[in-house]
Nanobody, 117 residues
Framework: QVQLQESGPGLVKPSQTLSLTCTVSGASITFSAYAWIWIRQAPGKGLEWLGVIASDGSTYYSPSLESRTSISRDTSKNQFSLQLSSVTPEDTAVYYC?????????WGQGTQVTVSS
């Protein structure tokens, strides 16, 4: 069974960098059929796709966030990570990691990140 689990600080100060890790079990992040994505949902808003890391390690980001976003991976731990720099209170959201084939099929439970001083 595929499982994803987000981890990281729940509170980040403005201007700092938000860092989250997704630990994957039951599937390899290097398997070619899948890509691994980060999505968030701010209070009262819809889902927002942040970016993806493919099985070969290539990355693609939302154009609106590309300058602040970085996704990386640790294949030895079967983990992939999100870094979002220069955060503001508008980055407050529940952050999800997910596996994607044609679309997201397995999701983590989500982790609340609040940006506040």
């Amino acid at each position: 069974q595929v499982q994803l689990q987000e981890s990281g600080p729940g509170l980040v100060k403005p201007s700092q960098t938000l860092s989250l890790t997704c630990t994957v079990s039951g599937a390899s992040i290097t398997f070619s059929a899948y890509a691994w994505i980060w999505i968030r949902q701010a209070p009262g808003k819809g889902l927002e796709w942040l970016g993806v890391i493919a099985s070969d390690g290539s990355t693609y980001y939302s154009p609106s966030l590309e300058s602040r976003t970085s996704i990386s991976r640790d294949t030895s731990k079967n983990q992939f990570s999100l870094q979002l720099s220069s955060v503001t209170p508008e980055d407050t959201a529940v952050y999800y990691c997910a596996r994607s084939c044609v679309g997201p099929d397995y999701w983590g439970q989500g982790t609340q990140v609040t940006v506040s001083s």
